[in-house]
Structure formats: C-alpha cells, structure tokens
C-alpha cells in the first residue's frame, strides 16, 4: 500500500532533493535551459524539436548518450536497461560500491550491472524473478513509477486524473504514479485527453520526462507538443 502525502506537506512547487534522496547520497545536476554555446552532435535532433532541449541539455552533463556519436534516435522505443542508466547518471549513484541483485540476465561485467543494481537496491527497479530483461521495452506508466520513487516525488492525492485512458486502468497505484508526473508537469499526455499508459517510452520523452523531473522548478521551462 502506498502512504500517501498529507496536504500540509504536499508542495507542487518542485523540489530538487529531499532528505530521503539526501540519504541515499544522490546529487542530481541542476538542469539549465540550452543555450547556443552547448554541443549538440546529434544530427537526428534539431532546434526546435519538441525533445530538443531535454536531450540536448542532459547529453551535454553526461546523464544521456546517443545510440552512435551522431545519432541519438529519439523515436526509438527505450530499453529498461538504458533508462536505468540515465536514471542512475541524472541522481549520480555509485554504480560501483554496489549489492549484486541476483539476475541471471544482468552479469557483474553487463553495460548496465551498476546502474541497475543501484536503482534496485533503493528500490526505485525490480525484476521479473531472477531476470530482469534489460533488452525489453518499457511502457509510459513504468516510466512514471521509476521518476515518482527516484526523484521522491510528493504522491498525486487523487488517482482520478485528465486521461481517459488512465481513469479505465484498474491498478490505483499505477495511476496515483500517472497523476503525479502531471501534477508536476512532467508529462502533458499523448493528447490532452490521453497518456497511453501501455505504449512504449521513446528516448524522446524519457529524455525529456528525465529533464523536466530534475529542472523542479515548474516554471523554468516551456512546455511543447505532447509528451
């Protein structure tokens, strides 16, 4: 069961840290807008480009990279395993000093082992079994649950949100986490009546969904398009 956040402490002005992120000895960069001087190598990504500065900004912090040196394929769907990366580099988590969580599919010499172990041993990830299948694609309401748990989001009071298609979803967790990602303006939804909870993420919008968690000021940015 989830312990929801009383009204006193709910505050949607958004925070960088709190004293649980503090605890875990996670220091997130302060995302700044992209300006002209920042290089951006990716040829697939142009200004004005509704992904544009998400990933233009965290690419040059080191927090994403493209799938070659001039390419960062934002269409392209979003693997578990390279999330967990990002979501490691964005709160800059030892992926080192790390407790092997025990999945068969992700060795200690796997690209992604340290990171993946970090964000489990917080318990912001889990598995399926012994596997955790780092090849497979992850879905918009996973995503949700991963940056509420990783940025210690203040949970959404309500599971009744805007989108249609999360209001049929029968899980009340799962659109608690929805509902928060939109309190915080970290998602606009597909259409603005839609989220399409079970389509999969793009490394588009992780990019950007992972920039707009991190800059948590909800007014420092201009939203565009849909995400």
């Known amino acids: 069961m989830i312990k929801k956040s009383s009204s006193k402490t709910k505050n949607k002005k958004f925070k960088l840290f709190t004293a649980t992120t503090m605890a875990l000895a996670t220091t997130a960069a302060v995302v700044?807008?992209?300006?002209?001087e920042v290089n951006n190598p990716f040829t697939d990504v142009k200004p004005g480009s509704s992904h544009y500065e998400g990933i233009v900004s965290l690419y040059n912090q080191g927090i994403v990279t493209g799938i070659t040196?001039?390419?960062?394929?934002?269409n392209q769907n979003a693997t578990r395993g390279e999330t967990a990366q990002f979501?490691?580099?964005a709160l800059n988590l030892d992926t080192t000093n790390v407790t092997n969580p025990g999945f068969k599919d992700v060795p200690k010499g796997h690209k992604y082992y340290g990171a993946i172990a970090a964000l489990y041993e917080r318990g912001i990830i889990g598995g399926y079994g012994d596997e955790f299948k780092p090849n497979n694609l992850?879905?918009?309401?996973?995503?949700?649950?991963?940056l509420t748990l990783s940025f210690?989001?203040?949970l959404a009071g309500s599971a009744k949100t805007?989108?249609?298609d999360v209001n049929k979803l029968s899980d009340t967790n799962t659109k608690l986490y929805i509902q928060t990602l939109v309190d915080y303006s970290i998602t606009t939804g597909t259409t603005p009546t839609t989220f399409s909870p079970n389509g999969n993420l793009t490394r588009g919008q992780l990019a950007t969904f992972l920039y707009r968690s991190m800059n948590q000021t909800g007014d420092s940015f201009e939203i565009i398009g849909i995400e």
């Open 32 to 36: 700044v807008p992209v300006t002209a």
């Open 69 to 74: 040196s001039t390419s960062f394929k934002p």
């Open 87 to 89: 979501i490691a580099n």
């Open 138 to 146: 992850l879905t918009r309401s996973q995503i949700a649950k991963m």
């Open 152 to 154: 210690d989001l203040n």
């Open 162 to 164: 805007k989108f249609t």
